[in-house]
């Protein structure tokens, strides 16, 4: 209901916006005496937004046929991982804590599983493969929704826990830092692990509170304990490197875990004597149907978001919150970067691009180029991920799923800030 009432803003708000544009470029001339300005682009702001929208519907489609290959691979080797043992192997590992967190899904169910792979890829940064993944586990706790248009609370917990982003590994914003010729382009790496860490400890709490899961459970904190304790010793170790060797370790960490786990699965199929090729087959066969089932849902958010943006409602929602931080003494260079945070909820190339843009404009080693990439690395694309994982399993009722995924969002973009703030000082 909530996601409903976000898509019609989107639209309406853009409405709005548009038509106020138009009427004040015919009136130009008297509004720029009061000091208001209208210029060309407000007289052709109907023609962007629907330039945008059929923009965004022909991208869509794109995205899901690329998403036919990659989910035709993962949904494969998940397959042979599942025949040789595998990912049971890995979902009985965090059974307990699955248990106490998703308290309706059976022990050692198959969901348990492809939920820890789908965390796994989200935390080495490989998004790729975490969305069939992620796709296959909905897929699996559906079997145990007894209303299967409602979103179960399974369901909510596991997309929370996914749109937080726990990110070990950002080789991509990295990257593009490296390609804006910052002095250390992993400088990033220990500041989005803490921001995506808070948005999902957060996340955790939020879905908790909601549905009246006990987290002080002892297995829970031990579990919670261990994981924090990890991170801790990533950030100790990656902290003695070499700024310039970061990115190279972590790139080479990612993609070397990402591809023992395939040779694992292939090598437990084989000791079993299981036809490795053959249940390649059988799971990839699952990939096409999925993918273009998704179509109809990213085609509706993605041109309400093309829409919204390019009515320019988009930019004075950001204009505002300058405003806004300006009253309060904030440092007026948050808002520069806030474009990024906005976006990313919405739209991961959108916010990508937001970032870039923002580096190109006042440089990489900046505060704005350094929160904007932390604001990238911080949480995940919540609304994309809701229209493409519900829009799989045929889920309309999303219940407090967006509610609960943005206030871990804005964990994430407030501990962004605070880290911002902290590194660069005054």
């Not at 989200?122 to 299967?148: F, R, S, V, W, Y």
């Not at 990533?234 to 023992?260: D, P, R």
């Not at 916010?351 to 990439?373: C, N």
Request: some cysteine; glycine content about 8%; proline content about 3%.
């Amino acid at each position: 209901m909530v996601l409903n009432y976000i898509w019609i803003g989107f639209f309406l708000i853009a409405f709005l916006v548009a038509i106020i544009r138009t009427v004040g470029y015919y009136f130009r001339d008297s509004l720029v005496e009061i000091g208001l300005y209208f210029d060309a682009a407000d007289f052709n702001v109907f023609q962007d937004i629907i330039q945008q929208m059929f923009f965004w519907a022909e991208k869509s489609v794109g995205i899901s046929i690329y998403l036919i290959g990659i989910m035709t691979l993962w949904l494969g080797i998940m397959k042979i991982g599942e025949n040789a043992g595998a990912v049971q192997g890995l979902a009985r590992l965090f059974s307990p804590f699955f248990q106490k967190i998703f308290p309706d899904i059976p022990k050692n169910h198959p969901a348990y599983g492809s939920m820890m792979m789908n965390f796994s890829a989200n935390m080495l940064g490989l998004d790729n493969a975490a969305t069939p993944l992620g796709i296959n586990a909905m897929k699996e706790l559906q079997k145990e929704n007894k209303e299967k248009t409602r979103a179960s609370n399974a369901q909510i917990m596991f997309l929370v826990l996914n749109t937080s982003g726990l990110t070990l590994i950002p080789v991509t914003v990295i990257g593009y830092r490296a390609m804006y010729h910052a002095t250390n382009p992993a400088d990033v790496f220990i500041p989005i692990l803490i921001a995506t860490y808070c948005s999902t400890l957060i996340g955790l709490i939020t879905v908790s509170l909601f549905q009246k899961i006990n987290l002080f459970n002892k297995t829970v904190l031990l579990y919670l304990g261990t994981i924090t304790l990890f991170i801790g010793l990533i950030i100790w170790y990656m902290s003695g490197l070499e700024k310039e060797k970061i990115a190279s370790y972590s790139g080479l960490a990612g993609n070397m875990i990402l591809f023992s786990i395939i040779t694992l699965f292939i090598l437990m199929a084989f000791r079993r004597k299981i036809n490795v090729y053959d249940s390649f087959i059988e799971g990839a066969k699952k990939g096409f149907g999925i993918a273009i089932k998704i179509i109809p849902y990213l085609i509706a958010m993605l041109v309400a978001i093309g829409a919204f943006r390019a009515s320019g409602a988009f930019d004075i929602l950001i204009e505002g919150i300058a405003n806004v931080l300006a009253v309060f003494g904030a440092d007026p260079r948050i808002a520069d970067a806030l474009p990024t945070a906005f976006m990313k909820p919405l739209s991961g190339g959108g916010a990508r691009g937001m970032m870039i843009e923002t580096m190109d404009k006042f440089g990489a080693d900046s505060f704005q180029g350094f929160l904007s990439s932390v604001f990238q690395g911080s949480t995940e694309t919540t609304f994309y991920t809701l229209a493409v994982y519900f829009g799989a399993i045929n889920v309309k009722n999303t219940r407090y799923t967006v509610t609960a995924g943005l206030i871990a969002d804005f964990a994430g973009i407030l501990a962004a800030i605070f880290i911002a703030i902290i590194v660069f000082g005054n």
